[in-house]
Every structure is written in C-alpha cells, then in structure tokens.
C-alpha cells in the first residue's frame, strides 16, 4: 500500500515538470503560444454548434418533405438557404483565426 | 503571405509591367516592380473567356434549328428568369443583366480554381469584396432609382415613426454588415476549401483528395448560386412598393 502511494506521488511529480516547459520562442511572444491552442477551441466550438444547427434544419426539411411531398420543391429551397447562412457563421470564426494567425494557425 | 506566381502572371509581369504599372498609377498607386497579381491576371481571363464564350453563342443563335450551346444557355437563362421572378416579383427579369452576370461570374472563377495551373480569384479577400460592393451599390441605386430619395430613406424608419430611432440604428447596421457578410461567405468558403484539399494532399497523396474537389465543385456552384440570391432579396427589399 505504502510502495503503492509512494509509486503514484513520484508519476506525479515527474508529470509536473511538463508545466514547466514552454515552446522555444515563448521568451519572444510570451503569449503568442495561447494562440494556436485558442485558434483550435474557438473553430472546434463553432463548428460544433454549427453542427448542430446544420442538423435540426435538416431534419425539421425532412420531415417536412415526407409530410408534404408537392412541397419539396420550395421546403428543399429553403434548406438549401438555411444551410448557407448557417454555414457563414462558422465560417467567419474561420476568418477571424486565418487573419488573427497570419493565414497559418499551427505556427505560433 | 506571399503567394507564388502562375505561369500566365509571371507572362504578365515580364512582358507587361508597364501597363500594369499605368493602371496603378491611375489609381494613385506607387508603382512596383511585378505589378500583376495571381488574382488580377486570373480575373480577366476569366472575364474574357466570358465574352468570347457569348461571342460564339451570339454567332450561333438560330430559331429553328438550335444547337447544343444555344439549348444550355437556355436552361440558364430559363433558370434566372425564374428565380428573379419568384424573389423581386413582376418586375424582376428587368434585373436579369446585373444578376446573371454576377452568377456566371462567380461560378467561372470559381471553378477555375480547379483546373491545375490556376487559381481562383475569389480565394483572395479583394474579389468578392469588388462583386460585395457592386451588389451594395447596385440595390441602394435601384431602390433610389424606383421609389425615389426620400421615400428610400424613411423606409429606414421601420413600420411606424415611433419606432424610429430604435429602428434607424439596427436598420443601418443590418445594411452595412450585408456586403461584409457576402464577401466572408465566398471567400471563406473558397479559401477552406482549397486549404483542405492542400492537407489532404499532403496527407495522403492519392484518391483521396479528389473526394474535396469534388465537394469544392459542389460548394463552389452553391456560393455563386447563393451570392446571386441574396443580391436578388436585397434588391427585392429595396425596389418594394408600399402599396
């Protein structure tokens, strides 16, 4: 039990070192190593929930659809506008990273 | 981020940087020493592979015995007619010029982005920006045009005058965001999609990244299609009788 113990606080400790280290150029741009990290949360956040309300539109389409078949023609439209406009917005999280990081967001 | 040259930029550059240079200084612009860009040069190609294109179909055009290029473009025209109809109204096909060029447009320079050595002009910032701008400056000059100055501007105000200075703000702010708005979606949308085709290249070298180019073929038509849309509700909004 005690070798145990003994076992588990020496991986912690030496796991705690990483902490301590930091990507080369940080001395430069202390907190230009946030960026890439940031970059991938904020597009990873906006793609999610566009995601999602990529998925409700075309589901609330669908069934419309299966309900009212003579309908498809303009319910189709406007998935097809709904999708678009949706899309936009993840897209311009996109654009915030591509000109916050110079075009190129894994390079600090 | 310093794009390198095509071939027919680096053609444009040796041979005419001295009327590049004029049309920078038109401007009031400091000349340089390669005035073209990738854009610029892909831009007018696209536009005169435009003009040549209905030069022939002009050429073609034949009432009773319609060849193959003729029965296309009318599908395409068919196709603006209706959609023009069904968002501006009765009077829509009279606008056909400023939305069918703007579709036929965007989709050539979109698709030449495709083919190996070109690449799209809309993939920089400045171009849908140009096609943003024209489409703001085409709407307000249409609805000036139909319901005159003023009347333009009270329809600013919103549905009864003491909702005005609550609506006059948003309804500023909503018009102004329309070309910012139009210029992201095409632009990101083009610039995503080649990046991903480029990290799936380098990923895997084969088949799979024909997969995104197909995908980009597909999205491309969509934007064109959708740019041209939008331009056809935001001239629809603004040519609207109060009857």
Redesign the interface.
Known sequence: MTKKMFLLVALVLLASTMAFAQTPGAAANPAGQWVPISAGFGMAIASGLCGLAQAKAVASSAEGMARNPGAAGAIRFALLLGLVLIESLALYTLVIIILGTGGRPWIP | ?HEPELWITKIFNDYLAGAGNAALQLVGMKPEARPWANYVVVELLVALFIVVLFAILRQRLCWDKPGKLQHTFEVVYEFLRGQSEEQVGHNGPHHIAFFGTLFIFILFMNLVGIIPAFESPTMTPAVPLGCAVATFLYYNIMGVKTNGLGKYLAHFAGPMPLLAPLMIPIEFISHLARPL?LT??L???M??GEQVTMVFLGLTYFLVPVVFMGLHMFVSL??AY?FM?LAMMYVAGAVAHEH
């Open positions: 981020m708005s992201v979606r632009y990101a949308n610039f995503a969509l934007q959708i849309l």
